[in-house]
């Protein structure tokens, strides 16, 4: 028997509640892609909502959540021109790319890496050094940041089709 899921887009209500509110539903056909039907249903419900009054140019953009199954990179960029933020939770196994070292010639040949290293999430010897500030007032704090890591596509993603042509 095949299976068949529901996409659905929700208003979250504002201020200390649980309270959610439907705004659309998508039957998923087997074999339907999911990031395009996404994109189609998420383009369509915030044209709806900007049609309605209920986003105006000044607002804060809208955030469209995704859960760690979608390709969010590639929603992100089928999606240009709307006034949204998309934020996505990642898996703790996922792979993310640094930035491509400068290339310096090897006399044995070869081709210039295409990427830098790897950026494995649930790997800590694969992250960037921590740095730490002691404020007076709120106490010791750390943060890390790893600027212009990429996504590597998975099998059957966008990413790796375009990158094969």
Known sequence: MAAYGHRWCGRAGTGRTSWTAALDATLLEPGDDVAAVTTVQSREVVERLVAAGQWKPGDPEMP????????????????PGLPVDILSRLRQGRVMRRPTPPWVYDTRGGRPPKH???FIFGDPGTRGAEQATDDRRYGNATAQANLGINPRGNNGSAHVQRQAQ
Request: glycine content about 22%; overall charge negative; proline content about 0%.
């Open 64 to 79: 469209v959540v995704l859960d760690a199954g979608y390709d969010a990179s590639r929603i992100a960029h089928v999606l």
């Open 116 to 118: 830098g290293g790897g």
